[in-house]
């Protein structure tokens, strides 16, 4: 409920008519992949496999996914549009931030389970709310402010756990 309200920014129209743009849509679509993939992790994770393995299979499978969506989707690369500064930030984002949060979050799942790692979702919401207060390109209203503290009271109530 919290998340909700994070969401559609308190505005009880904006729920009403489920307004959601192209990112909500997207966030949902990704947050109920990342429920699949964490209770997916925990089943095929075995303790004598090595974990770095299966976080490099997931990147392969990752790859594959996207070649895939290139090919069948006839989107044509445009590699000569890109300079090689942005290159460098495409190396970084690709190779260094998806191996570290990809080995991190299945390291969690593993240790924490999918059910506590999945508690933590519900404050992306509210997480970036406050990065955009942050950064002064958005302000948070009463009712957002609400929102975010039923979030985060309730993943505190799910991490607790028994």
Known sequence: MGTCIVVFKGNLELFLSLSLNKGDILFLFSISSMALYSICAKYFYKKED?????????????????????????????????????????????IAATLVTSYLYQKGTVILGPKKVMAYTYLNPASIALLLVLFGSSIINLWMSLGILISSFSTLILLKGK
Not at 53 to 74: E, H, K, P, R
């Open 50 to 94: 090595k974990l770095i393995v299966l976080v490099f299979m997931t990147l392969v499978g990752g790859c594959i996914w996207m070649f895939l969506a290139l090919v069948f989707l006839n989107i044509p690369l445009q590699w000569g549009k890109i300079d090689s500064k942005q290159f460098l930030y495409l190396g970084y984002l690709s």
